[in-house]
């Protein structure tokens, strides 16, 4: 089926690629005064789905067009599969883009978008077409070539910029927060058929680097994700290193719910669902009172005050309570419990945070 | 109640401003078909018979034929040099943009009679080369202004352009050259359209800097100033003047449809 689906990329691979698709080495790039992207090392394995995750304004996004080649970087240097790419155009590069608003081009039909890439390079009209059925129908979409895109749905648009840009069969896909303008059932969807696409075809191996700043998103899609800050990269690993072991607090607030606590010197995170609360008075653990109480449907917030100072957010799953019940709790005593190993040191704050 | 009388005073407002513009050119338009050579309301009789006898003016004729060719070449420098400031405006950022975004627009506010003055100045002489009046003068004098037209519509339609098309098609292994033929060519086409189709209008009735730089040569329009103030051939007149509004309102409205969206539809 895969193997079908996209064979000359699968030709490519079958030479000895190295491991290491995509590498930023010090790379930095300033606009004016303001420091985008301030050093960033990186290493992106070939065949991983690695996310670029952060709040607006962290470089993210920057760092996407970095490697695409929308951007030049100041000083570092940028490789593909091992090649020095710093000073090539985009189109001189073997990655493609999903951009966030899309960009499909108004003026021609689906299939036209989509066989774009393939006929500025001068593969034949049969062959063109060929391919574009067959990666319409890896999208899921063989039935709207003939349309413009005026007349599809956003979830349809989307799919259609992924097949434009997967149809050329890259070593690397970029996709710059490509969920951002979906509402959220058809986010939940694309996460899913995402994946999907991927698995498909990661045979031959086509890397997808993401951004977004959905940490719920970047925990659900990636292999491996790196936390952006200002510029640089604050915490690098897997979905589960990151939200179980939060190196930062700027971490441990970006991705889940900051839940910092400074006892005996010793400044720690612990996350909420790991946090037991007890109402009775004699229950063991450190006393303190519900200041806030947020209900969410399935679950309920709740944000306590301990008596020994700081705040911490606790999780509770709405078994059998009611959202009343929920909301009655406000203002009353109880005392919280977690175990030393579901607690994480955290590093000093630094410099940026 | 309120609502429905400032409607209705609304409308008759309305009526009449579109009155005051339109009475002139449909009067003029029905002596085209007077009987007459006097012209007085109402008009003697129905005839066709001057749209024959203007026909058949070699002058006129002439002076139509130099207008086509002044306008059509006019059109055709405003198209390439507008659209290529239009992309350099628009797609990059360099030293002096602002500056020169108004020295390209400049030209259209300027009084014609100024810009007639200037240009008739600087052909008979400057210190390059020496113009004879004649076609080419009269066609550097239009497209002074028809550029403008032309930068205008294109620039308003990139603007609305996501930049994110020209990065995508780079993306897809375009180089710089298929990206504008294939993308941004097509994206801008109607508004580049309307633009040459506003250019032609405007060029082809243009009389005060044609009067600088056309030397003994007649246009159209300045053939029938040229008759009027004489006192010769009126019922001419009126045909030609009939057909020169025709040839404006056809293509200003045409543009008008191509860009209904951005609305951008100047006249000076």
Redesign the interface.
């Known amino acids: 089926m895969t193997t079908q689906t996209l064979p000359e990329a699968q030709a490519a691979s079958a030479t000895i690629s190295p491991a290491v698709d995509v590498r930023l080495l010090g790379v930095r790039k300033a606009y004016g005064d303001v420091v985008a992207v301030d050093g960033v090392d990186l290493e992106i394995e070939a065949g991983e789905f690695f996310t670029l995750l952060g709040p607006s304004g962290s470089g993210k996004t920057t760092t996407l067009r970095l490697i695409?080649?929308?951007e030049r970087p100041d000083s570092g240097r940028i490789e593909l599969s091992g090649v020095d790419v710093t000073g090539r155009?985009?189109?001189e590069r073997d990655?493609?883009?999903v951009?966030?608003?899309y960009?499909?081009?108004?003026?021609m039909t689906v299939a036209d978008n989509v066989a774009?890439?393939l006929?500025?390079?001068g593969v034949p009209r049969a062959e063109r077409r060929r391919r574009v059925e067959q990666i319409l129908q890896v999208a899921r979409l063989p039935n709207v070539a003939d349309r413009k895109p005026i007349q599809l749905s956003g979830g349809q648009r989307q799919r259609i910029a992924l097949a434009?840009?997967l149809v050329?069969a890259p070593k690397v896909l970029l996709l710059d927060e490509p969920l951002g303008a979906l509402d959220l059932k058809l986010r939940q969807e694309m996460q899913i058929e995402l994946k999907r696409i991927q698995r498909e075809v990661s045979e031959v191996g086509i890397t997808f680097v993401y951004v977004t700043h959905d940490q719920e998103e970047a925990l659900t899609m990636s292999d491996r994700l790196a936390v952006f800050n200002e510029g640089r990269i604050e915490q690098l690993g897997t979905p589960a290193e990151v939200y179980e072991h939060p190196a930062t607090e700027f971490v441990a607030g970006f991705v889940g719910i900051s839940n910092v606590l400074e006892r005996d010197g010793r400044r720690f995170t612990v996350r909420p669902e790991k946090v037991q609360m007890h109402f009775g008075a004699n229950d063991g653990g450190e006393p303190g009172r519900i200041r806030d109480v947020v209900y969410v449907g399935m679950f309920t917030r709740y944000v306590v005050e301990l008596d020994s100072g700081g705040e911490l957010t606790v999780v509770r799953q709405n078994l059998e309570t009611s959202s009343a019940d929920a909301l009655e709790s406000r203002g009353r005593r109880v005392r919280l419990e977690w175990r030393p190993e579901h607690t994480f040191d955290m590093e000093r704050p630094g410099g940026h945070e | 109640m309120e609502t429905r009388a400032a409607r209705i005073s609304l409308s008759i407002w309305t009526l009449a401003v579109v009155l005051f513009l339109w009475l002139p050119l449909v009067l003029i338009c029905v002596y085209a078909f007077n009987s007459s050579n006097i012209q007085s309301w109402p008009i003697a009789g129905f005839t066709t018979k001057w749209f024959s006898s203007a026909w058949h003016d070699q002058d006129a004729r002439d002076a139509l034929v130099l207008s086509l060719k002044a306008a059509g070449l006019a059109t055709v420098v405003a198209i390439a040099l507008g659209t290529a400031a239009a992309a350099a405006v628009s797609r990059f950022r360099f030293f002096g943009r602002d500056a020169i975004t108004f020295l390209l627009v400049l030209p259209i506010a300027l009084p014609g009679v100024v810009t007639g003055i200037a240009l008739n100045s600087f052909f008979g002489n400057n210190p390059v080369h020496h113009f004879n009046p004649g076609l080419l003068t009269i066609v550097i004098g239009h497209a002074t202004f028809c550029i403008v037209i032309v930068y205008n519509n294109v620039v308003a339609r990139l603007r609305r352009t996501q930049t994110s098309l020209t990065e995508a098609s780079m993306d897809l292994g375009a180089d710089g050259w298929q990206t504008f033929r294939f993308v941004t060519l097509p994206v801008v086409s109607t508004a580049l359209v309307a633009g040459a189709l506003l250019a032609f209008a405007l060029s082809f009735d243009e009389v005060i800097v044609t009067t600088f730089t056309a030397g003994a040569q007649n246009t159209l329009p300045i053939w029938i100033l040229g008759n009027l103030r004489l006192g010769q051939q009126l019922p001419q007149v009126n045909v030609v003047v009939f057909f020169v509004i025709v040839m404006t309102v056809i293509p200003v409205a045409i543009a008008a449809r191509l860009t209904r969206d951005t609305g951008i539809l100047r006249r000076r």
Request: no cysteine; net charge positive.
């Open positions: 695409a080649g929308f155009a985009p189109y990655v493609n883009t951009f966030q608003d960009a499909l081009f108004p003026h774009y890439g006929r500025v390079k434009r840009a050329n």
